[in-house]
């Protein structure tokens, strides 16, 4: 697997995908970009020695450069009916991750959202067993210590009215032959409003921060592994 992008510099890749009912705005996989991963990485540069492209990039999974990256981000999975993934699209994440890249999926909630994902992922990895993970497990610690999953509310969540489902965060992810993490499932919980919302004064500096951890955890686990 390739890790660079440009020169030696990693870049960050977000998944465009088509969702089945292709009914939100310009995408659900367009939710807080590019606000969310350019603060994202500004913090990235700000906080660890990992050299970056400072933009970040769209490609769809059936674009054969994702074999170039070693991590996708892929949100909003739990909208519009799911994502409508092709079949080259599903052989090529497949192959992708077998290789040795890294899936992280961020932004999605609540027991319809969780239905929806399984089902569209079930295709891709029908045999696999999906592993929740504890807060021992080594991306937690790959580059700060965090205590396992955490929840990190979306910015119209703040003030209360958090449904039942979308109240405990969890981590899932389905492991390759010899253990290591190929898919990252962040649920319920929103990295991507933590970054997004850096510089909102509405938005709790603490959940910011708790986003910035995480992803450089994810990310450095991603890139070491």
């Given amino acids: 697997m390739n890790t660079s992008a440009a020169g030696d510099a990693f870049t960050f890749i977000r998944i465009r995908f088509d969702s089945i009912d292709r009914g939100w705005g310009s995408g659900a996989w367009s939710h807080d970009y590019p606000d969310a991963e350019i603060n994202f990485l500004r913090g990235v540069t700000r906080l660890t020695t990992i050299h970056f492209d400072a933009e970040p990039a769209l490609l769809r999974l059936d674009d054969d450069r994702i074999f170039?990256?070693?991590f996708l981000y892929l949100v909003e999975i739990g909208r519009d009916g799911g994502p409508d993934f092709t079949e080259k699209e599903?052989?090529?994440l497949q192959e992708y991750l077998l290789r040795g890249g890294f899936l992280l999926i961020d932004d999605f909630?609540?027991?319809?959202g969780w239905?929806?994902?399984r089902q569209a992922f079930q295709e891709i990895f029908p045999d696999s067993q999906w592993v929740k993970l504890d807060p021992d497990h080594p991306v937690f610690h790959s580059f700060y210590d965090i205590d396992g999953a955490q929840r990190i509310p979306g910015?119209?969540?703040l003030n209360g009215n958090v449904p039942l489902d979308h109240q405990n965060p969890e981590n899932w992810?389905?492991?390759d032959e010899d253990g290591r993490l190929m898919i990252l499932v962040n649920w319920n919980s929103d990295m991507g409003?933590?970054?997004e919302h850096t510089y909102d004064a509405i938005y709790p500096t603490e959940y910011a921060n708790l986003a910035y951890q995480l992803g450089i955890n994810y990310l450095v686990y991603a890139l070491t592994h």
């Fill in 193 to 195: 409003d933590g970054w």
């Fill in 173 to 175: 992810g389905i492991l």
């Fill in 115 to 117: 239905q929806v994902f």
């Fill in 109 to 112: 909630k609540g027991s319809a």
């Fill in 68 to 70: 170039e990256f070693p």
């Fill in 155 to 157: 910015i119209y969540f």
């Fill in 90 to 92: 599903v052989l090529n």
